[in-house]
């Protein structure tokens, strides 16, 4: 396999909004392709991660290489790689995208264009990617191609009236869309004997062999034993091992060389060494200038990260520093609490990503986890004339020091039916949003768009969105900039006690209502004591709302029937678990998912 | 401790209808079904009788009680209840007049079935009166009302039983302080030498939890008493019980002086007992088992067994597996914290001294933190040799327990 003609090589992705059928696709391309027989199949084999299927999204970029024997008789290899759909992961889009030579844009035969459709064709559009559209679910009742293959040309402004007419679920047409790879999306350029260029796409840790770094390789050549360096961070090593990637394994083969994807081993043990989007060169014969790499994506939601038994800070520290060599959008700073002790300021592209990564540390690291109220970045500008970025509402400065404050506006674009405009725009003026424009797409839906201050939308906006149009409006938004903004910060006094991690910042129209929601739903967290506890909520030194926790004034076993001592004895272990969950403050125990309640002040 | 004398429970998990609250293993059945349990339950008997009983060769054992609990128990009709009885007697030593405890509720019950259960040897009666006001029987979903209940107990009486424990309940849907004060007063009226009085707990599972979880949504139902009403009518139960010269001796539990129930004694104070029957706990050597709770594997069980293979499970010592589902052998820490959590039930609490001695530890050396903090939250009392609940410590009782697990 050494010698590939760079001809034969097609490196793409897969782009779609989110359950249009982007991986049950790459499944059947697997499938058609000959890589496994269809008894080998498990669906959906590119989402390897346990929480992907149980979700059923695309969370980490997957890569695999398949060989292809097209109708012209000769024999092709493919190297699709698989992307997430969701709006929080386009940093892993367009990480994928700069591996990658063509896009195939799957759209819903029944649904159309959505949102994310059009975020995603705009990110390959940026990489200079060949975009081949596909109408997917033309055996859906409900499939109307004709419509969609004249929205695709209308809105986006690409050639569909030969798209492929799929169904990816029961396998219908899908060599059209292998031909369609073979003949439309360019082979790989580049110079397997000029000095090595590398991009790094991606990695991840494992035990054995250490840091994996996926690659794809634009010039020159790499093998076992080639010396290598990273041309950002500067370190170097000497090649263990090259290889693709198979179905959910690792192929070792000979050599990496121009226009191929596949991972490197190098028994590189420090995670920071290497860098996704750095530039792999050959230490020796070093390439004069690195790769352009990708813009680095920064979090936009932050929260804190705590490990609800103190002694696992370590344990959260080393968890923290494997997933972002697996997740370079995720970062992390140590920060102290003085109700939740030593953890870790987060930050998160978005908050289905805060809560991927939540869950992965639970699971894969087995850490039991505290994580206060998510918050995005404020601007504060104090008196003296400097600029803060706040990431913890504790370390608000005092007012007296500051001037003004700013917080972070995004552009949304919402997809939604006629019927359900009137509702969502409600929605967004409710959430303090600015009114752009509204366009009609084939006269049944409408692209609206909307300023919205990122703090109202990290919640639960999404859900809202959902639950207001029936689960037919679609969402995607882009950072626009900061806008001054009249914000307080709100605190949450339990016994009297100030409690640090449950503080936030808020708009000051919206600040009594936050409180007051704030204040009732930690009445229903908190259990009884055995003393009355007050819950305030306050501004500065402004109280604004109060409920009380009344005390326990029962507490006791039903009848101990018939001996049967164990059952007892189990209900008292219970209420023993319940209280080791709890945070003492003060005298005061918390349960830990109280520091979520913020999350859920708009369920009813 | 280890002394030999053992208490005996026997289920009988049948009742007419399953209770609104009720949380317990038991069903309505056909009369077919009464004698094959019956048999079922004689069969077990006369196996652990052989390990446990007159001739037993793991330990000869006395009966010291003996409860037929349920389910309802006086749903069976005296033959069955003579046939477990006379099966017990055959293979246990009943030579220390134990106490044979039966529970009934009023509906089942008349005078002759109360004469042959005191001819058989029964001695105790626990009857489930649970309310004196018929609109909250009937919310409750009792099959009885108050005036078959008075009707039953003046049958007891005169059937010969003088030693009686009458079931109320407080904290009912549709109860008031005033309505709960008079039920106290009926029943006092009565003069039982015995009263249980609970607090009605809402369990998972029970009609009730499904009402009251959703109660917007029922409102046809009465509603529960509020918190303050709820803790009043406790706090009346031992002022009232108390000026009639009933001594609260466990949490929920009054009795005339000496009438104690030796049997639920037993469970708090660390005694020795074998259940038989459907579901029931043994408590042996510091060893719980559990038996078989599906009514048809328990029946087959006992179908399975011959006089042949009877001898067999004996010899090899693997009786116990045939209706045990779950064992549960207690390490020092459990049996130190339910020595804990079960002797604090008792009003006059556990003595430091039996602690020494079961365990050859100070109680403080184990517990110092809980006891002090405790102490120091006025739930507990310690007055040198025993350590109690206080009346604030009874309240929140759970909470307390919950701290002794080690």
């Known amino acids: ?604 | 401790m280890n002394d030999n004398n053992v208490g005996i429970y026997i289920h009988i998990p049948f009742c007419v209808k399953k209770c609104n609250y009720c949380d317990f293993l038991s069903f309505p059945v056909s009369e077919e079904i009464k004698p094959a349990y019956v048999n079922a339950l004689i069969k077990e008997i006369s196996i652990y009788g052989k390990l446990y009983g007159k001739k037993g060769i793991i330990r000869k054992s006395t009966v010291s009680t003996v409860f037929i609990g349920g389910g309802t128990p006086s749903i069976m009709e005296s033959k069955y209840i003579y046939s477990i009885l006379n099966s017990l007697m055959d293979n246990f030593d009943f030579s220390k007049n134990p106490e044979i405890t039966i529970e009934c509720n009023p509906g089942t019950l008349n005078l002759i079935k109360l004469s042959d259960y005191r001819n058989i040897g029964i001695n105790r009666l626990s009857i489930g009166l649970q309310s004196a006001s018929d609109s909250e029987l009937a919310a409750l979903g009792r099959i009885h009302r108050y005036a078959a209940f008075a009707q039953s107990f003046k049958d007891a009486r005169r059937s010969g039983f003088d030693n009686i424990n009458i079931d109320i309940m407080s904290a009912l849907p549709g109860q008031s302080e005033a309505s709960y004060t008079d039920t106290l007063n009926k029943v006092l009226s009565f003069r039982p030498e015995h009263i249980s009085a609970y607090s009605l707990i809402i369990e998972e599972g029970t009609p009730f939890f499904d009402i009251y979880n959703n109660y917007s949504k029922n409102a046809s139902y009465p509603p529960l008493p509020d918190e303050d009403t709820e803790r009043e009518m406790y706090y009346k139960t031992e002022e009232i019980l108390g000026s009639h010269g009933y001594s609260r001796y466990e949490i929920s539990n009054y009795s005339l002086p000496g009438r104690e129930c030796i049997h639920n004694t037993g469970y708090w104070t660390g005694k020795s007992y074998i259940g038989f029957g459907l579901g029931s706990s043994s408590y042996i050597n510091h060893i719980r088992y559990k038996n078989i709770c599906d009514f048809k594997q328990y029946i087959n069980t006992a179908e399975d067994i011959s006089a042949e293979n009877a001898e067999k499970y004996i010899y090899h010592n693997t009786c116990i597996k045939p209706f045990t589902e779950d064992i549960t052998i207690l390490s020092e820490k459990d049996s130190i914290s339910e020595f804990m959590f079960l002797g604090l039930r008792m009003m006059k609490g556990i003595k430091k001294a039996n602690f020494k001695a079961l365990f050859n530890k100070d109680i403080y050396s184990v517990y110092g933190v809980q006891l002090d903090k405790l102490k120091q939250q006025g739930l507990i009392c310690d007055n040198g040799t025993n350590i109690f609940l206080t009346p604030r410590g009874i309240d929140v009782s759970n909470y307390v327990f919950s701290d002794f697990l080690l």
Do not use: W
């Open chain 1, 1 to 604: 396999m050494s010698h590939i003609n760079q001809n034969k090589i097609r490196n793409f992705c897969i782009i779609a909004h989110i359950d249009h059928g982007k991986s049950t696709l790459a499944d059947r391309i697997i499938e058609k392709t000959g890589l496994l027989t269809s008894r080998e199949m498990q669906a959906q084999v590119l989402d390897n991660m346990e929480l992907e299927r149980e979700r059923g999204i695309t969370i980490k970029a997957q890569a695999v290489r398949t060989v292809y024997k097209a109708n012209d008789g000769e024999e092709y290899i493919f190297n699709l790689i698989d992307t997430p759909g969701h709006v929080d992961f386009n940093y892993e889009v367009s990480r994928s995208l700069a591996a990658c030579d063509g896009a195939i844009l799957v759209v819903d035969a029944a649904q159309g264009i959505e949102a994310q459709t059009l975020a995603n064709v705009y990110l390959a559009l940026d990489h200079d990617l060949d975009v081949i559209p596909v109408i997917n679910k033309i055996d859906l009742p409900s499939a109307d191609p004709d419509r969609v293959v004249n929205e695709i040309e209308d809105v986006i402004g690409i050639e569909a009236q030969d798209a492929p007419r799929i169904s990816a679920k029961s396998g219908l047409n899908v060599e059209d869309v292998l031909e369609a790879i073979v003949n439309k999306i360019p082979a790989p350029s580049g110079d397997a004997n000029a000095p090595l260029q590398a991009l790094i796409f991606d990695s991840l840790y494992d035990s054995y062999k250490g840091v994996i770094v996926f690659c794809r390789i634009k010039n020159g050549t790499v093998k076992p034993g080639t010396p290598i360096k990273m041309m950002a961070t500067g370190a170097s090593a000497t090649v263990v091992e090259v290889g693709y990637f198979g179905a959910g394994q690792f192929i070792p083969c000979d050599e990496l060389s121009a226009g191929m994807v596949g991972y490197i081993t190098a028994s590189i043990k420090n995670v920071k060494d290497t860098s996704v989007g750095d530039t792999i060169t050959n230490a020796q014969n070093p390439c004069t200038q690195a790769l352009p790499g990708y813009k680095k994506v920064n979090p936009m939601v932050y929260c804190g990260l705590y490990p609800a038994d103190g002694a696992k800070y370590p344990d959260l520290r080393d968890a923290l520093e494997k997933l972002q060599l697996n997740d370079a959008s995720l970062s992390y700073e140590p920060e102290t609490s003085i109700a939740l002790g030593f953890g870790f300021r987060c930050g998160f592209l978005g908050l289905l990503h805060l809560e991927i990564i939540q869950e992965r540390l639970e699971r894969e690291y087995n850490l039991d986890l505290v994580t206060t109220a998510p918050g995005v970045i404020y601007k504060v500008h104090k008196s003296d004339g400097t600029v803060i970025e706040l990431t913890n509402p504790s370390n608000l400065p005092d007012p007296s020091e500051i001037e003004y404050m700013e917080e972070p506006v995004v552009l949304a674009e919402i997809m939604v039916t006629t019927e359900f405009i009137g509702a969502i725009m409600e929605l967004c003026q409710e959430r303090r949003g600015k009114y752009i424009s509204m366009d009609y797409i084939e006269g049944t839906r409408a692209l609206i768009k909307y300023e919205l201050p990122l703090n109202e939308i990290i919640y639960d906006f999404f859900d809202a969105l959902k639950s207001r149009s029936r689960g037919y409006a679609s969402f995607d938004y882009e950072l626009k900039g900061y806008e001054e903004s009249n914000l307080v910060k709100l605190d949450i006094l339990i016994n009297k006690e100030e409690v640090d991690a449950l503080s936030f910042i808020v708009h000051a129209d919206t600040a009594y209502e936050r409180g007051r929601k704030m204040c009732e739903k930690l009445k229903e967290e908190i259990p009884r004591h055995l003393f009355e506890i007050p819950i305030q909520a306050a501004i500065g030194s402004k109280v604004i709302a109060r409920e009380t926790v009344k005390a326990m004034r029962k507490d006791v076993l039903a009848k101990c029937y018939g001996g049967d001592i164990t059952r007892k004895k189990k209900l008292l272990e219970k209420q023993k678990e319940g209280k080791k969950r709890m945070r003492q403050v003060g005298n005061v125990e918390i349960p830990q998912k109280a520091f979520m309640s913020v999350l859920k002040l708009d369920e009813n």
